[in-house]
Antibody, heavy 118, light 107 residues
Framework: EIQLQESGPGLVKPSQSLSLTCSVT?????????WSWIRKFPGNKMEWMGY???????NYNPSLKSRISITRDTSKNQFFLQLNSVTTEDTATYYC???????????WGQGVMVTVSS | DIQMTQTPSSMPASLGERVTISCRAS??????LNWYQQKPDGTIKPLIY???NLQSGVPSRFSGSGSGTDYSLTISSLEPEDFAMYYC?????????FGAGTKLELK
């Protein structure tokens, strides 16, 4: 069974960086597909943030392009989100998800809530 | 970015009722439209992909339709586990964008 699980600090100070890990079990992230970060804001808006592909290429939402980085550790079967210069507007629940060959997100993590506050 | 206008934002409904949720794209999206369900515990699962294809394991009371800019998700007869949030998502043009969500509530 494929499972994704997010982890990371639940509280980040404004202007600092937000760093999250997605640990994947049941599938090797270098075998295929795109591995995304998606966030859901208070008030329910959802935003696709970006992905790292099985080959290691990345694609980011232009709204975040100057602040976001998605990387991976293939030895641990994990991928990571770094979001720089956070503000209170980045308070959200962050999800990692797999996008399959039919272009939908078929597996999701349970989400991790991150609050940006001093 | 393509804007997805999802309606209604909330919908009180009764068990056994037939409900329809709509999504309108700001431009044609060639059926590149998916639907997701989010439960109160935060878990998200896909329901429908490419407008009308049912995800494996999803009950047949869920169906999707649409074309051009207008798409809909229908639940033919509400069961207790269907009271949740629903989102549409387009992937015709990057970045993928989501509708604002519909909260299906027990009347």
């Amino acid at each position: 069974e494929i499972q994704l699980q997010e982890s990371g600090p639940g509280l980040v100070k404004p202007s600092q960086s937000l760093s999250l890990t997605c640990s994947v079990t049941g599938y090797t992230i270098t075998s295929g597909y795109d591995w995304s970060w998606i966030r859901k804001f208070p008030g329910n808006k959802m935003e696709w943030m970006g992905y790292i592909s099985y080959s290691g290429s990345t694609n980011y939402n232009p709204s975040l392009k100057s602040r976001i980085s998605i990387t991976r550790d293939t030895s641990k079967n994990q991928f990571f989100l770094q979001l720089n210069s956070v503000t209170t507007e980045d308070t959200a629940t962050y999800y990692c998800a797999r996008k399959n060959n039919w272009y939908y997100f078929d597996y999701w993590g349970q989400g991790v809530m991150v609050t940006v506050s001093s | 970015d393509i804007q997805m206008t999802q309606t209604p934002s909330s919908m009180p409904a009764s068990l056994g009722e037939r409900v329809t949720i709509s999504c309108r794209a700001s431009q044609g999206i060639s059926n590149y439209l998916n639907w997701y369900q989010q439960k109160p515990d935060g878990t998200i699962k896909p329901l429908i992909y490419y407008t009308s294809n049912l995800q494996s394991g999803v009950p047949s009371r869920f169906s999707g339709s649409g074309s051009g800019t207008d798409y809909s998700l229908t639940i033919s007869s509400l069961e207790p586990e269907d009271f949740a949030m629903y989102y549409c998502q387009q992937y015709d043009s990057s970045p993928d964008t989501f509708g604002a969500g519909t909260k299906l509530e027990l009347k």
